[in-house]
């Protein structure tokens, strides 16, 4: 499955952890809002690849929880849990998505979870400026980081993908 990785931003939730424990809501809101722009993309591109034959897959695309892993904040977007509908053992949702995403040897690949991060991809970093800016001009931002260092300047970081 592609991954979905924000550089950039990790500049701006390093200042807000400058701020102390006020920042985590904040950096979590910001994934939070990505994840929920990344979840609709998800689901559009399976939709459009027709890939909701139970609607198993579709209905468990989810954003999980914010977590620290190797000191970054992270969420991720995939389907989640099995379906046990027709079959005598469970497949989980995530190998459904990538068998159909990669093909095998008699099915051709659609690339469709990759089509999903890229249309998510510039409205997710929109979604998570827009949660930053939303806080800065909340008046929540101490005095000392009152001196512009914490402006966002329409454009914070950039987004990329790595296939894992």
Same mark, same amino acid.
């Given at each position: 499955m592609a991954r979905f990785d924000v550089t950039g931003m990790e500049q701006a939730i390093k200042s807000l952890? &400058? @701020? =102390?424990?006020?920042?985590?809501?904040?950096?979590?809101?910001? @994934?939070?809002a990505a994840g929920s722009v990344m979840v609709e993309g998800w689901q559009y591109s399976a939709a459009k690849h027709r890939h909701i034959r139970t609607g198993a897959m579709y209905d468990s695309i989810k954003a999980t929880k914010p977590k620290i *892993?190797? =000191? %970054?904040?992270? *969420? !991720? %977007? !995939? /389907?989640? =849990?099995?379906? &046990?509908?027709?079959? #005598? &053992? /469970?497949?989980? #949702?995530?190998? &459904?998505?990538? %068998? @159909? #995403? !990669?093909?095998? #040897?008699n099915m051709d690949a659609d690339h469709w979870a990759e089509e999903a991060e890229d249309v998510s991809e510039s409205p997710a970093q929109d979604a998570m400026e827009n949660v930053f800016d939303g806080f800065l001009l909340?008046?929540?931002v101490p005095p000392a980081a009152g001196n512009g260092a914490y402006r966002s300047s329409g454009q914070i970081g950039a987004a990329t993908f790595h296939q894992g």
């Open positions: 952890e &400058k @701020l =102390g424990d006020g920042a985590a809501p904040v950096a979590d809101a910001m @994934l939070h *892993i190797s =000191g %970054v904040r992270t *969420i !991720y %977007v !995939y /389907p989640q =849990g099995t379906d &046990k509908q027709d079959r #005598n &053992k /469970p497949v989980r #949702n995530a190998e &459904k998505a990538f %068998v @159909l #995403n !990669y093909g095998r #040897n909340s008046g929540n």
